[in-house]
């Protein structure tokens, strides 16, 4: 019964593609992130919403754009993909915003742009 | 920029013994540290946190040691097991708000 989901754990796509991968919390937590872990190994965060309100939008190419229907899913969709997109992006939730509230992540998804 | 800094890529030891992983921070006003381990394959998952008004925080084999006038933390784990091998990685986070800077992490190996 996992508690943060991604699908696709794997993403293989050409360069200039749109895709999207999808996040799903059944904490029911009020806060998710996104980050990325690129080939240097450094988690950077992306973005995050509270209560489908984006609170934090780090300095990321306009070709990522986060949506948040509800506040359980984070979908994270990507426009024309370019080399260094490739990472691993995870999601995390948590109970809300207050700091001794941590987060939890997702497994993963491996992005390989050919 | 890196505000924290894990400088040692991988770390080995002996099942039964002491495992000490260190974390540097540059930014001073980082005022809350937590630490992760990390599967293969897997997301981080939370360990062990600790705030600047402590110098030391304890949870079963894990203790955290912070040392503000040096910008230092360490995580302690006593005894370690084969169990424990992962990537920990430290993270800091601000007053201004909750988002957490992390480090490069650590591989810990612990060797049976």
């Known amino acids: 019964d996992t508690a943060v989901s991604q699908t696709p754990k794997y993403l293989v796509t050409q360069m200039g593609n749109d895709k999207s991968i999808k996040c799903e919390q059944n904490l029911g937590h009020d806060t998710m992130y996104w980050y990325k872990q690129d080939s240097k190994k450094f988690l950077k965060i992306m973005f995050s919403?509270?209560?489908?309100?984006?609170?934090i939008n780090e300095t990321v190419p306009n070709r990522f754009s986060p949506k948040s229907p509800d506040k359980a899913h984070l979908n994270l969709h990507i426009n024309s993909l370019e080399l260094g997109d490739s990472a691993v992006y995870f999601c995390?939730?948590?109970?809300?915003?207050?700091?001794?509230?941590?987060?939890?992540f997702g497994d993963g998804t491996r992005l390989s742009i050919l | 920029d890196q505000q924290v800094k894990q400088n040692s890529p991988s770390l080995s030891v002996q099942e039964g013994r002491i495992s000490i992983l260190n974390c540097d921070y540059t930014n001073s006003m980082f005022d809350y540290f937590l630490w992760y381990k990390k599967y293969p394959a897997e997301g981080p998952t939370f360990l062990i946190s600790?705030?600047?008004?402590?110098d030391k925080n304890e949870d079963g084999r894990f203790t955290v040691f912070l040392n503000k006038s040096a910008k230092h933390l360490s995580l302690h784990i006593v005894p370690s097991q084969p169990g424990d091998s992962a990537v920990y990685f430290c993270a800091a986070s601000d007053g201004s708000n909750y988002k957490l800077t992390f480090g490069k992490g650590t591989l810990l190996t612990v060797n049976p």
């Open positions: 919403y509270n209560n489908k309100e984006l609170i």
């Open positions: 600790i705030s600047s008004i402590k």
């Open positions: 995390a939730s948590s109970p809300g915003t207050g700091r001794n509230q941590p987060q939890h």
